[in-house]
């Protein structure tokens, strides 16, 4: 069986006065999902502890999920890729020591 996460109270994650969003190039936040370590900092539907992974070969991360999606770099064989969610033959999450967020096709993935 797995371990629990500790339970965590509310006041933990109140956000209060207004909020000045983190730049969503480096942290990885969307309506529906958001990296745990964004708790307290954004809204989000679910939040998700990444999975470490490597790509398995050179590889585009891309703005969105799709074939036709804008590349934003060009991401080395090698590289670390932080996964928080893989659906239809993409993966999302982020890259490298700047932690660049956006999609790589999930057959990149090691």
Same mark, same amino acid.
């Given at each position: 069986?797995?371990?629990?996460?500790?339970?965590?109270?509310?006041?933990?994650?109140?956000?209060?006065?207004?909020?000045?969003?983190?730049?969503?190039?480096?942290?990885?936040?969307?309506?529906?999902?958001?990296?745990?370590?964004?708790?307290?900092?954004?809204?989000?539907?679910?939040?998700?502890?990444?999975?470490?992974?490597?790509?398995?070969?050179?590889?585009?991360?891309?703005?969105?999920?799709?074939?036709?999606?804008?590349?934003?770099?060009?991401?080395?064989?090698?590289?670390?890729?932080?996964?928080?969610?893989?659906?239809?033959? *993409?993966? *999302?999450?982020?890259?490298?020591?700047?932690?660049?967020?956006?999609?790589?096709?999930?057959?990149?993935?090691?």
């Amino acid at each position: 069986m797995g371990r629990r996460p500790p339970t965590r109270t509310a006041d933990q994650f109140a956000l209060s006065g207004p909020s000045e969003r983190p730049d969503p190039e480096f942290h990885a936040y969307r309506k529906d999902l958001a990296d745990i370590a964004l708790a307290g900092r954004v809204i989000a539907s679910h939040y998700a502890a990444p999975a470490a992974r490597t790509l398995a070969r050179d590889t585009a991360l891309c703005d969105a999920p799709a074939a036709d999606a804008g590349t934003l770099q060009v991401l080395p064989a090698g590289e670390p890729f932080e996964l928080l969610e893989e659906s239809l033959g *993409w993966a *999302w999450g982020y890259a490298g020591k700047e932690r660049r967020v956006g999609y790589v096709e999930s057959a990149a993935l090691g």
